[in-house]
């Protein structure tokens, strides 16, 4: 379902196999004078909000990176203009909502970028679907094991923190529009306080029952084993944050530590930005994420092993 279209951007409502309507913003591609965008891998470079967040997060990225390629941006189910129906709030269904997307779009090249919880929706994509439709991933700042007790986890969650979590849960249902603001502050707060309003209005448009099915179900689970097992190119990319006090480790040192020989990886970290570094520095993940597609899926790199889904 098409609401607007200009020369190249299309607004939708694409209906998931469940009834759920998610709200997507398509950009087609602007090229280039001399010609170096026009390429057939990838097809498509598609942005997926984190927690509570929406597709104005990335108003910085979609300019810079439509100058080349074809871009998706999208409300997950119940987040921002997407459609507030109770099913689906897991990271299984958002990761099939997403293969869903593609398919709509009919891309078979995709490289995603995941922010934040997003990160949990592109692992289980490849616990569903192993590679298909994907070219490359890039992780911004993505917690995969919210919850855990790894060495590597410095997520306030982390050590299965239930009283921490339940503290939240509380806090939210109580006074939600306290609890997105307070939200806002951490990730704002001292970086752009001009947007701590912005986002507040962004994430209350989510409800909190619905924030909290997706939550509870996000931070049980381990993405973090899959990044052995994901057979395309990886940008790793972060910043420390409240929200992420080791998120540039993560993103230099543990993530692609996990990946073994033969799997290709780079990293960008960010010293300013916090968990919005990629807002921020949009210039500068902007660049990193052309480069990464240029160098690692563009230049005649050998072409990754396709991997098969686990079910």
């Known amino acids: 379902m098409d609401l607007t279209m200009t020369d190249n951007k299309t607004v939708s409502y694409v209906e998931m196999s469940d009834g759920a309507y998610l709200y ?31 597709a104005g997060f990335f108003e910085k990225n979609v300019p810079g990176i439509s100058t080349c390629y074809d871009v998706i ?41 995941a922010w934040s919880m997003a990160g949990q929706f592109v692992m289980d994509y490849i616990r569903q679907f192993g590679t298909e439709r994907i070219s490359g991933i890039v992780m911004a700042d993505c917690p995969l094991h919210a919850l855990g007790d790894e060495e590597w ?14 503290a939240h849960l509380k806090l939210s249902y109580r006074q939600w529009e306290d ?16 947007r701590i309003e912005w986002a507040t209005a962004e994430f209350t448009k989510t409800p909190p029952w619905i924030a909290f099915a997706i939550y509870s179900d996000m931070v049980y689970r381990n993405g973090y084993p899959r990044l052995a097992r994901t057979r395309v190119p990886m940008l790793f990319t972060g910043a420390d944050s409240l929200v992420t006090s080791n998120g540039k480790d993560l993103a230099s040192r543990w993530y692609p530590d996990a990946r073994p020989d033969g799997l290709v990886s780079d990293h960008c ?7 919005v570094f990629f807002y921020m520095e949009a210039d500068k993940f902007n660049k990193c994420l052309l480069e990464f597609i240029d160098s690692r899926i563009r230049k005649g790199k050998k072409p990754a092993q396709r991997l098969e889904s686990e079910s």
């Open 153 to 166: 986890n410095a997520h306030g969650l982390g050590g299965f923190n239930m009283d921490h979590f339940n």
């Open 269 to 275: 970290t960010f010293d300013r930005g916090g968990h």
């Open 179 to 194: 609890y997105c603001h307070g939200f806002a502050v951490k990730i704002w707060g001292g970086i752009d306080d001009s």
């Open 24 to 54: 997507t913003e398509y950009y087609k591609a602007q090229g280039n004078p001399d010609g170096e965008c026009e390429k057939d891998e990838p097809d498509v470079v598609a942005f997926i909000p984190g927690f509570c967040c929406t």
């Open 73 to 113: 941006v999208y409300d997950p189910r119940g987040q921002g203009n997407s459609s507030k129906g109770l099913q689906g709030h897991t990271v299984s269904r958002n990761a099939l909502d997403l293969h869903e997307i593609l398919e709509y779009y009919e891309k078979k090249h995709a490289v995603l970028v």
